[in-house]
T-cell receptor, first 117, second 114 residues
């Protein structure tokens, strides 16, 4: 089946630094990718929808200047957490939409645990 | 606005016992409903989904779910669980326009004991 690779799986950084997370669709082209965040004991919350070649669409309450999303190719979307702070510590998951003539399926990455010191 | 409630955060069961993981949703429009499973250190995998048609949906690994519009529920069931079913299960809903924009429940951790 389709595979989505997300890297890194975990990262620890100092407060004030920026962290980039990559999401790749390995065997299909994904015109749309999604980024989610999950705080402990909370549900996954959609942060933004990333469309190849255009600006991402952010959900209400998500700072677009803090969470930079780039979807420069049909197989790669990146999320950069700029000037990270401890409150940004969370589990981030991406998904990629695989569409054919009759169906659409989402395939998820394995997630990135970000810890900001 | 749509929302999803998974009533149980943890469900412990013994191997070969039946299990039901509960999910209720709220929406003012027609919806698509999903169950995803996340095994340790892996991404979410689709178990099953309801788009339209028969309200009883069969998925992978012997799981099934029934869409009940009057009760706004989409409970997940398996008649006999295995140790390998130990995982976290997420119910999700999207509006009728897209299967990609999902609202997730908080998840239910299923622990199957020998």
């Amino acid at each position: 089946g389709a595979v989505v690779s997300q890297h890194p799986s975990w990262v620890i950084c100092k407060s004030g630094t920026s962290v980039k997370i990559e999401c790749r669709s390995l065997d299909f082209q994904a015109t749309t990718m999604f980024w989610y965040r999950q705080f402990p004991k909370q549900s996954l919350m959609l942060m933004a929808t990333s469309n190849e070649g255009s600006k991402a669409t952010y959900e209400q309450g998500v700072e677009k200047d803090k969470f930079l999303i780039n979807h420069a190719s049909l197989t790669l979307s990146t999320l950069t957490v700029t000037s990270a702070h401890p409150e940004d510590s969370s589990f981030y998951i991406c998904s990629a939409a695989h569409r054919d003539a009759t169906n659409e399926k989402l395939f998820f990455g394995s997630g990135t645990q970000l810890s900001v010191l | 606005a749509q929302s999803v409630t998974q009533l149980d955060s943890q469900v412990p069961v013994f191997e070969e016992a039946p299990v039901e993981l509960r999910c209720n949703y709220s929406s003012s429009v027609s919806v698509y409903l999903f169950w995803y499973v996340q095994y340790p250190n892996q991404g979410l995998q689709l178990l099953l989904k309801y788009l339209s048609g028969s309200t009883l949906v069969k998925g992978i690994n012997g799981f099934e779910a029934e869409f009940n519009k009057s009760q706004t529920s989409f409970h997940l069931r398996k008649p006999s669980v295995h140790i390998s079913d130990t995982a976290e299960y997420f119910c999700a809903v999207s509006d009728g326009g897209s299967q990609g924009n999902l609202i997730f429940g908080k998840g239910t951790k299923l622990s199957v004991k020998p």
